[in-house]
């Protein structure tokens, strides 16, 4: 397992944009796919992003297609959440994922058990 922590989350106005990262820690960050999820008060964790342990794929779900970056550094350690033309239904927790598994699984929410899970960020985005 890694451990993951996030950062860059804050309070944005409606068409802004803010940078997620989450640094993991571990030797073996770059055999892991990596995923953005959320969760907004009331409704269920939902997928975001997702890229491949090589970077050469990735997934959005449609609510931020065009809108999100999703990109790694695996010198690094480090995932990054690009976030362009926020929006209020946007506004949510963020957690960083990272699983032995498919970024097309972890679109459709197949996530191992073993997954580990970051601690979250708080998304604001203000009308």
């Known amino acids: 397992q890694v451990q993951l922590v996030e950062s860059g989350g804050g309070l944005v106005q409606a068409g802004g944009s803010l940078r997620l990262s989450c640094a993991a820690s571990?030797?073996?960050?770059?055999?892991?796919?990596m995923g953005w999820f959320r969760q907004a008060p009331g409704k269920e964790r939902e997928f975001v992003a997702a890229?491949?342990?090589?970077?050469?794929?990735?997934y959005y779900a449609d609510s931020v297609k065009g809108r999100f970056t999703i990109s790694r550094d695996n010198a690094k350690n480090t995932i990054y959440l690009q976030m362009n033309s926020l929006k209020p239904e946007d506004t949510a927790v963020y957690y960083c994922?990272?699983?032995?598994?498919?970024?097309?699984?972890?679109?459709?929410?197949?996530?191992?058990?073993?997954?580990?899970w970051g601690q979250g960020t708080q998304v604001t985005v203000s009308s």
């Open positions: 994922a990272a699983a032995l598994t498919t970024a097309q699984g972890m679109a459709v929410m197949r996530i191992p058990d073993s997954a580990s």
């Open positions: 571990g030797r073996t960050f770059g055999r892991y796919t």
């Open positions: 890229i491949s342990w090589s970077g050469s794929t990735t």
